[in-house]
């Protein structure tokens, strides 16, 4: 994607042939900023820190910290650690399991001497998979985006000015090394001419919506309007909504998608509505081990992201104030399980199925060993 014109990915190798380069996210909308990662450790904080963020990215940084790491110490011993520490960063994302083992995998049968230029080889693979599953995510989803505003003008007594779509956090090229998952199909269909408008929910506690999916909107020229988190149910009382798409931080291979805290409610409300919900996700978002979201690990992050807030201030400078009366405790929960039930659809690299375990090894049949039955 481009800002400014300057084609950009997320993550990638710096020009000194091995530090590894990613766009901060934590100063977004505000700053345009990129930090370098030149250890393992480092590369632990930006995901702890949520430097980087999305199930996608998360994964492919965690790949990349362990290129840094078997630079630094290429022994077995060396990677274990490296392994049990990107490991603990995060605990619902499940691409970052996947990741780091598919490292491991490929590194183990290495010798130590040439484990390094390997590393960074497969974690280069892994980003550049992820760019080619979040284009194939956006071909599905535009289809049914496409689909659904051919029915619209063909139900409406006069022509429709746009196809309204609501997505929840952010699901962009942000969020992934490029392209984005939920937002793929959007910028697709933009581009084919569709007048496509987006409900950007600005996502409390940490306004991934409103600091980060309308940044990649307005830099990509999509029109959208970010709306507090609440409104969605409203608008879809008032037929503004023709469908709703997210991501996916887990999904089982039964179908329940666990992703950012509210899409459950998000869910519900379009159920009540009969408004199309999709999940789009790459494969490697699947747990083939899990059948029920219920045994999905939720991550509970510090209070002080919900009790604090930052912004803009009149001078132009970002300042974070405290926006709750002082002795009162925050919840912090990151992450909330829609089940199957309410999913209309999964939008996947290899096409869009039902939320059900038949539905997934339709597309994944090799997958049929390992799926929870």
């Known amino acids: 994607m481009k800002i400014k014109g300057q084609p950009y990915r997320t993550i990638w190798v710096a020009e000194d042939g091995w530090r590894v380069r990613v766009i901060d996210q934590t100063r977004l909308p505000f700053e345009f900023a990129l930090t370098d990662l030149a250890t393992v450790e480092e590369a632990a904080q930006a995901i702890r820190s949520m430097i980087v963020r999305g199930a996608p990215l998360i994964g492919a940084t965690a790949a990349y910290g362990m290129a840094l790491a078997v630079r630094a110490n290429s022994s077995d011993a060396g990677m274990a650690e490296a392994f049990a520490l990107l490991r603990s960063t995060r605990p619902t994302a499940v691409n970052l399991i996947w990741a780091l083992e598919e490292m491991r995998r490929h590194l183990t049968p290495i010798s130590p001497e040439g484990r390094a230029g390997a590393a960074y080889a497969q974690a280069a693979k892994i980003c550049d998979n992820d760019v080619a599953q979040c284009r194939a995510i956006g071909e599905h989803g535009h289809k049914i985006i496409a689909r659904l505003w051919d029915d619209l003008i063909e139900k409406s007594p006069k022509r429709p000015d746009r196809i309204n779509v609501l997505t929840h956090c952010n699901a962009g090229w942000l969020a992934c090394v490029d392209w984005g998952t939920a937002l793929a199909p959007i910028y697709m269909a933009h581009d084919a ?181």
């Open 193 to 373: 001419g569709i007048p496509i408008h987006v409900w950007v929910d600005e996502t409390r506690p940490r306004n991934q919506g409103a600091s980060l999916t309308a940044f990649e909107l307005g830099a990509h020229g999509v029109p959208h309007t970010v709306i507090a988190d609440n409104t969605g149910g409203y608008l879809m009382q008032h037929d503004q909504v023709d469908m709703v798409i997210v991501g996916s931080d887990r999904t089982t291979a039964h179908g329940d998608v666990c992703n950012k805290v509210g899409t459950y409610l998000k869910a519900l409300a379009a159920r009540d509505n009969g408004v199309p919900f999709y999940v789009a996700l790459p494969s490697t978002t699947i747990d083939w081990s899990l059948k029920s979201g219920g045994d999905i690990p939720i991550e509970e992050r510090d209070a002080r992201e919900l009790t604090h807030i930052s912004g803009r201030n009149a001078d132009g400078r970002v300042e974070t104030v405290q926006i709750v009366p002082d002795g009162s405790r925050g919840l912090n929960v990151a992450f909330d399980v829609t089940p199957a039930r309410y999913v209309t659809g999964l939008i996947t690299e290899r096409g869009v199925s039902t939320a059900s375990r038949e539905g997934l090894m339709r597309l994944y049949p090799e997958r049929g060993k390992e799926a929870a039955a």
